[in-house]
């Protein structure tokens, strides 16, 4: 392999240099001849109907070109859901409509009520502010309890009530489940929040439509993690454009951590006004508007318990879960709190028994959809604060009942439908008790004490299922969509190679890292490859990127499509070679044949391939340049263990994160450098929630959390210096390159171990009363516990 | 942003000049008034710029009398170093965009209630020095975001006797990084005062209880037993009154300590 540059080299990143210096090309960098901007006017109450609209005044208004309302787009498609779920009964989730601007009523702060158009932004913004909106203010549902209340205010007047629906999993075992609790020597019981967040990516959205009336044809360039995914919705559920008419871009993205997957109303309507007015429409999302109309994370309210038998062996698992859905379906909303969050339940466990239920819940509140982690993080946080009280209770060692507890048989088919191929979650432990130093604690502890601090601290583990996902299950599962990825490999003349990949890149360095794999697979240097991605007119049909499974999937299916390309390659050098093709072999960037020194270098070959002078053009054509689509057959599911210790401090309850230690298992590793990289991002993600972010709503549906004055975003000296390791790898048995998907991993499995050290602390210090406190354990939540 | 204009007079007298106009309204380091202006909270017609006058910039030290221009950077007086436990609290606001753009005049000005030098104004017993008189910094302070400043008055300078001790500690909202409660003390010609920002619903507040306590003995355990009532302290979602209550207290302490 190429010493520096294939599988396993810890290279910089290639894309950090436009990045870092100022030269990378986002959305908003990207200005059309003739554009227009549009300022959405947005609900400043949570629940209203509209009387009226009037707008007459404010479209005489200098530069204003048309003034757009939820009636423009009557008769037009809603914003779609991906994913149905069938709630426990068997029937469909109640599935309401989501107009692009809204009609009748609106639902949360911030939804759009018109869109005003004009030359200038300040000119469209002034507008706005003459438009007389008539809304009569309803009370709102915010707290999910209450909405589920009879006679509780409907979001949507046309559902039966706020339920989406009420989800059991797997309902079939609900009986077993309870009769395991009824005989069980010991339950543990808690009760705990997984709080809203924002997903706050560096960039915020922005949507630039375009039409050309020559060609009929329509362009958005928008802040997507999956421009294909959006052409498909956009196009076939909104518009009703062909998508041969319509081509979505996503060029340079600032980050995306789940929220830029979904479609959203700005790009619909930047993509439809563009088509109306002839003009380019540009909308750039301001940092406040982020805050209202980027589809929101987390938000679970959550009863877990854990039923042990006398030698504390975990027996049976009972969950029940309220989601927030927020006032509408955003694209993958159902899915996250069933499907990527009750299959998750086992974690790392032989638990025989799961039973979960989750009722998800309409409320006058911004959507909630999937970010970082998406499920998965709610899941682990339930039970690895749940295995921490049991073990407290039993007078155990936290780390040795969930040893006691591990999964050690691979594949190991869990309760709640998944099966796990590999792991070792003993190795990934061990690994964790090593670089976190655990048998230092207690020294650390006397030093903390020394300085009047109390010290904790909090071990957890972690599953996940990534490399998303098995089209065949997922179609079962209620998805509206396959989840393949694609790639198509074109090699040059002189021997360079693009890869149009449809796994979009928005940070997680596929510009540096695919090109690697192919440079081990050919034996030839990483720049002679170049990583094409974020554009329909030029990739191949993709599912995008999120779900951690862009090596996985999109990583496979470009080791498909040059697995083609290195066999019409060796085709060509057997032809050059006048040797029989079953005796070439591939080597450091030349075929030669088997126990002779003859051989020819890449660039020859595919010299040859396009300047096909001495070619079997009676076997082969001539070119080189191969498709592949690769559907896994499974998940995939990275695994590991997390430490934290913390110090609190008592006269204020202000926590600091003193050491912070992660062992994970990836399987194969592609640039160990780039692995590090997403884990402390996730670390920082993880502990930005364990610590500080949370989203408030107050009764009224107002929210507090409006701006970075009030919302805490975890910023450089409110994280540690991270130990994390990868060297525990099982490899993926089930795609060619054996590697599991490593970017939501830190979220997952950092915040247990956050708040299993702050209560550890607490605990220590003589706080028996404390068993839990709920996220963000801001110093005056950990003040209050400690003074309650 | 509504449109407005801009006038940058380079004297006093001109600024005065240009804010005696309709709706005209100084701009300072625009740290708190631009963010304002972009949300549409504000319309003025005219905005006067303060910071290209020199007259109203710079630090002198003058027979143990710190004076600071209205217009000063928070981080000049960073740098400065001769009123060590301000030069403190000045560089610990914001992050250095805010320091290198952010001014004393104006944070004075805004009187937010949970900035940090009203604290160390009150504190120190400073001189809100403006283009008409001189206030004292006990008769500043008037409630959140309410000050003597007449309209048009400007602050050209602070004069701050210089403490024989003096320390601030801010414990920081974890968002915003102001003061969730903030404490700044002295000890000097003046006494001892304390000087509590962020936890008070009327704004920056001095603590006299804590006062008279450190007069006879200037160390933490002094403030043993003291405590101010959690009735008319701030409560949001970063900290009921009782937690800023409860603060005001821990952070006395510690400012003492640290003014040691
Ligand atoms: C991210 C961020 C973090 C911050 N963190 C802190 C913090 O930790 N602690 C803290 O104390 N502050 C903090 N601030 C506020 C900062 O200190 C501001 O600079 C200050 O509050 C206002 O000063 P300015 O010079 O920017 O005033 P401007 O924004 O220009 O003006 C503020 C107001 O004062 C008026 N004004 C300005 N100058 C004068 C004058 N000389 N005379 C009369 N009126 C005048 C203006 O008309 C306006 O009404 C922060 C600000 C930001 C943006």
């Not at chain 1, 090593?434 to 957890?460: H, M, P, Q, T, Y």
Request: charged share 20%; proline share 6%.
């Amino acid at each position: 392999m190429p010493a520096d540059g294939g599988i396993g080299a810890p290279m910089k990143r290639r894309e950090d240099v436009r990045f870092l210096t100022g030269t990378g090309r986002y959305t908003d960098d990207l200005n059309r001849p003739g554009q227009a901007y549009v300022y959405f006017l947005r609900s400043s109450v949570a629940h209203g109907k509209i009387n009226s609209v009037n707008t007459e005044a404010a479209a005489a208004m200098p530069g204003v070109i048309r003034i757009f309302t939820g009636a423009d787009f009557e008769g037009i498609g809603g914003l779609p859901c991906g994913w149905q779920v069938t709630d426990k009964h068997g029937q469909p989730m109640q599935e309401p409509g989501h107009p692009v601007l809204a009609q009748g009523k609106v639902r949360h702060v911030g939804d759009p009520i018109a869109a005003v158009v004009a030359d200038t932004l300040d000119q469209a913004r002034d507008a706005a502010e003459a438009i007389e909106a008539d809304i009569e203010e309803l009370p709102a549902v915010i707290d999910m309890k209450k909405a589920l209340e009879d006679g509780a205010p409907k979001v949507h007047d046309d559902l039966t009530s706020n339920l989406c629906y009420d989800w059991g999993f797997v309902e079939e075992n609900k009986g077993a489940v309870d009769e395991a609790f009824a005989n069980a020597a010991h339950v543990t019981t808690l009760e705990l929040k997984n709080q809203r967040l924002v997903a706050n990516p560096m960039e915020p959205r922005v949507a630039i439509g375009d039409y050309d009336p020559a060609g009929d044809n329509s362009t958005l360039y928008t802040t997507s993690q999956n421009p294909h995914v959006i052409r498909l919705l956009m196009g076939a559920f909104v518009l009703g454009i062909p998508e041969h008419k319509l081509r979505v871009v996503a060029p340079d993205v600032g980050g995306g951590f789940g929220t830029k997957i979904f479609h959203y109303a700005e790009e619909a309507f930047c993509t439809f006004a563009a088509k109306q007015l002839r003009r380019p429409v540009k909308w750039t999302s301001s940092r406040s508007e982020a805050f209202m109309s980027d589809a929101h994370g987390r938000d679970h309210v959550t009863k877990i318990e854990l039923a042990l038998d006398a030698d504390n062996n975990f027996t049976a698992l009972r969950t029940e879960t309220y989601a927030n859905m927020g006032a509408y379906l955003s694209t993958f909303a159902p899915s996250v709190p069933t499907w990527l969050h009750g299959t998750l339940m086992a974690g790392n466990y032989k638990t025989p028994l799961i039973y979960v239920n989750v009722k998800a819940v309409f409320t006058n509140t911004v959507p909630v959809d999937a970010y970082r982690g998406a499920g998965r993080p709610e899941a682990t946080f339930q039970l690895e604060r749940l295995v921490d009280k049991a073990a407290r209770e039993l007078g155990v060692d936290p780390i040795a009942l969930r040893r006691q507890n591990f999964i050690t048989q691979f594949p190991y088919a869990t309760p709640v439908a998944v099966e796990y191929d590999t792991g070792d979650y003993e190795a990934t432990m061990a690994k964790l008790e090593e670089i976190a130093d655990l048998s230092g604690f207690e020294a650390r502890l006397e030093e903390s004490k020394k300085k009047g601090k109390l010290r904790g601290l909090g071990v957890n583990c972690y599953i996940e299922a990534c490399g998303i996902a098995p089209s065949h299950l997922v179609g079962q599962l209620g998805a509206r969509a396959g989840l393949y990825e694609s790639a198509t490999v074109r090699v040059n003349a002189t021997g360079g190679l693009v890869v149009m990949t449809g796994s979009h890149s928005h940070g997680q360095g596929h510009e540096t890292a695919f090109p690697q794999v192919i440079a081990e697979m050919i034996g030839i240097d990483p720049s002679m490859v170049e990583i094409v991605h974020g554009d329909t007119a030029n990739t191949p049909m993709g599912m995008g990127t999120y779900g951690s499974r862009s090596l996985a999937v999109g990583g496979s299916a470009m080791v498909r499509a040059t697995e083609k390309i290195i066999n019409k390659a060796k085709k060509i050098a057997a032809h050059l070679l006048e040797a029989s093709e079953g005796d070439i072999e591939l080597k450091d960037g030349a075929f030669s044949v088997a126990g002779t020194d003859k051989s020819v270098a890449w660039g020859d070959v595919t010299l040859a391939a396009y300047v096909p002078h001495n070619y079997p053009l009676e076997d082969i054509e001539p070119g080189l340049e191969e498709t592949a689509f690769y559907d896994p057959n499974n998940f995939t599911y990275p695994s590991g263990a997390y430490a934290c210790e913390v110090e609190v401090d008592p006269e204020t309850g202000k926590v600091t994160i003193e050491s912070f230690a992660a062992a994970d298992d990836f399987g194969n590793i592609v640039n160990p450098m780039i692995v590090s990289g997403q884990v402390h991002g996730g670390i920082a993600q993880g502990i930005g929630q364990a610590l500080l972010e949370g989203c408030v709503y107050d009764e009224d549906g107002q929210l507090l959390t409006g701006s970075y004055m009030d919302y805490a975003m975890p910023r450089a000296d409110d994280v540690p210096y991270y130990a994390v390791d990868h060297s525990c790898q099982t490899p993926c048995t089930h795609n060619p390159l054996g590697v599991k998907g490593c970017g939501e991993a830190g979220a997952i499995g950092s915040p247990p171990a956050v708040v299993n050290a702050v209560v550890d602390a607490l605990q220590r210090a003589g706080k028996t009363e404390v068993t839990h406190i709920d996220m963000p354990l801001s110093p005056s939540r950990v003040w209050a516990a400690m003074n309650q | 942003m509504y449109a407005f204009e801009l006038e940058r007079p380079t004297t006093l007298a001109d600024a005065i000049k240009a804010l005696g106009g309709e709706e005209a309204q100084p701009l300072s380091g625009g740290q708190t008034l631009i963010p304002t202006l972009k949300q549409r909270l504000a319309m003025p017609s005219t905005l006067v710029s303060l910071t290209g006058i020199d007259e109203l910039k710079g630090i002198k030290n003058e027979g143990g009398t710190l004076t600071i221009g209205g217009a000063t950077c928070h981080a000049d007086v960073a740098k400065d170093g001769s009123y060590p436990a301000l030069s403190d609290l000045a560089g610990h606001i914001g992050d250095p965009h805010v320091r290198n753009r952010g001014t004393i005049g104006g944070s004075l000005a805004n009187n937010d209630p949970s900035a940090c030098y009203p604290a160390a104004a009150l504190a120190s017993g400073a001189t809100i020095v403006t283009n008409n008189r001189e206030i004292a910094a006990d008769n500043y302070f008037t409630g959140l975001f309410e000050t003597a400043l007449d309209e048009g008055e400007i602050i050209t300078a602070v004069k701050f006797p210089i403490p024989e001790k003096a320390a601030y500690v801010k414990f920081e909202q974890p968002a915003s990084r102001f003061a969730l409660v903030g404490v700044f003390v002295t000890k000097g010609a003046n006494g001892v005062r304390v000087a509590v920002t962020g936890a008070s619903e009327g704004g920056v507040f001095r603590w006299t209880e804590a006062e008279e306590a450190l007069s006879s003995n200037f160390a933490p355990s002094a403030l043993e037993g003291l405590s101010v009532p959690a009735d008319g302290m701030i409560g949001d979602l970063h900290g009921t009154p009782e937690y800023r209550a409860h603060l005001v207290g821990v952070i006395t302490k510690r400012a003492v300590m640290k003014a040691g």
